[in-house]
């Protein structure tokens, strides 16, 4: 069973940074695209950025410039940079394998105080 532990949210002033972190277990991380996610209240959750096995990334509009995904195979680990935090990058942060049916972890909450 998959399992998604992320970490490394909280509350930071506007134009600020936090890294986000997920380590996951239960399939076989270095082969699988995996992609971070975002939900505000009332809203749907998006894709924000994605990494492939090779290592190639794709980005949300929104975040391209600010954000930047990486992975770490050796401790199966995705990150999530957040540069120049912006008030409507407030949300629960999930990350996910790209493709692979699985539930949703815990998330991490990150807010960003204008």
């Known amino acids: 069973q998959v399992q998604l532990v992320e970490s490394g949210g909280g509350l930071v002033q506007a134009g600020g940074s936090l890294r986000l972190s997920c380590v996951v277990s239960?399939?076989?991380?270095?082969?699988?695209?995996m992609g971070w996610y975002r939900q505000a209240p009332g809203n749907q959750r998006e894709l924000v950025a994605g990494i492939t096995s090779g290592g190639s990334t794709n980005y949300a509009d929104s975040v391209k410039g600010r954000f930047t995904i990486s992975r770490d195979n050796a401790k199966s680990t995705v990150y999530l940079q957040m540069n120049s935090l912006k008030p409507e990058d407030t949300a629960v942060y999930y990350c996910?394998?790209?493709?692979?049916?699985?539930?949703w972890g815990q998330g991490t909450q990150v807010t960003v105080s204008s």
């Open positions: 996910t394998p790209i493709g692979v049916r699985t539930d």
């Open positions: 239960g399939l076989i991380f270095r082969i699988n695209a």
